[in-house]
């Protein structure tokens, strides 16, 4: 248990690494959380005009999903850990995310880090996950309407399509904590205030 705890916080440490923040500052952008919707998310740094930082920042957000899992994954069999304590692993990592250690604990809202974590979890759920993110974000150009989608999916693809698994705990908890972190996207949605991928936003609220 002692050891599992460990993994759990070092995971949390890993996800806490918030690189919207820190591809900015090496690449001499300004801070993501200071223009747009004030995210540190791959979707808002797209709002510097660069699409470099963008995509790594979607990438490097999504490797330190996919890294804590498969580390876990690695030392399951030695000791003896379920699919429970491999998908808290991954669950840790979203919550550095969201909230990082390394900056006040003003974290982003999860989506490219859960979507490591599930394709690390259990690929082809993730590119089920995926592929539905994909679709929304292409027909509505919305990237959080992509992501509101891809949550509520997530669980419910792996209940529908897969045998009863430990993973559904920690995956119903990161869809709930997505959604919950979209509340500001979710008001603009329906007002119609949202920017689309690409579009410049108004200044944080
Ligand atoms: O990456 C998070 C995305 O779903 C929304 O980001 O910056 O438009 O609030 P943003």
């Known amino acids: 248990a002692l050891i599992s705890l460990l993994a759990i916080v070092l995971a949390y440490l890993v996800g806490s690494l918030s690189f919207a923040v820190i591809v900015s500052r090496v690449m001499g952008l300004d801070d993501p959380r200071s223009y747009g919707s004030g995210n540190p998310g791959a979707t808002n740094v797209l709002r510097s005009g660069s699409k470099k930082a963008a995509i790594l920042t979607l990438l490097l957000d999504a490797v330190k999903g996919v890294v804590p899992v498969l580390v876990a994954q690695a030392l399951a069999p030695t000791l003896h ?17 969201l909230w990082p250690v390394f900056f006040r604990f003003q974290g982003g809202k999860g989506v490219a880090t859960a979507a490591g974590v599930i394709l690390a979890l259990h690929w082809p759920l993730g590119l089920a996950v995926l592929a539905t993110w994909l679709a929304v974000a292409f027909i509505t150009r919305y990237s959080s309407l992509a992501a ?4 509520v999916a997530a669980p419910l693809i792996q209940l529908l399509v897969w045998p009863p698994s430990g993973l559904a705990l920690p995956l119903i ?3 709930l904590l997505l959604i919950w972190r979209h509340g500001a996207n979710i008001r603009k949605l329906i007002a119609g205030t949202e920017s689309r991928i690409g579009q410049k936003a108004e ?3």
């Open 173 to 175: 908890a990161m869809s």
């Open 81 to 97: 850990w379920g699919e429970l304590t491999i998908g808290m692993v991954g669950l840790a990592a979203f919550l550095g995310h």
């Open 203 to 205: 200044a944080p609220a």
């Open 148 to 151: 509101l989608v891809a949550a």
